[in-house]
């Protein structure tokens, strides 16, 4: 069971960036999935969360109006759709499934590093 995140990199501030998170091993369409992001020296923070069926999102403060969470469950992939980004948007992101049903994420993906240059 593994998620694999990938389609980060280094963008200038204002750009926009498409981080996808693809999962093998096993069908995640069932669990909710989420994106977190932890930028050098700071605590790991919870970025976006959709529900299996894709209806239901949930965005940090940070970054609502510019970050879109989205999912294709025939591709078990999930994305993140970046925009307006800022320098304090740099960070390792990471991408995450909640297989307990009690909104434990407990399946994580290996990060994949954005930079935002000013």
């Known amino acids: 069971v593994q998620l694999q995140a990938y389609g980060g990199g280094l963008v200038q501030a204002g750009g926009s960036l498409r981080l996808s998170c693809a999962a093998s091993g096993r069908t995640f369409s069932s669990d909710p999935m989420a994106w977190f992001r932890q930028a050098p020296g700071k605590e790991r923070e919870l970025v976006a969360v959709?529900?299996?069926?894709?209806?239901?999102?949930y965005y940090a403060d940070s970054v609502k109006g510019r970050f879109t969470i989205s999912r294709d469950n025939a591709k078990n992939t999930v994305y993140l759709q970046m925009n307006s980004l800022k320098p304090d948007d740099t960070a390792v992101y990471y991408c995450a499934a909640d297989t307990t049903g009690f909104r434990e994420y407990d399946v994580w993906g290996q990060g994949t590093l954005v930079t935002v240059s000013s």
């Open positions: 959709i529900s299996w069926k894709g209806d239901t999102t």
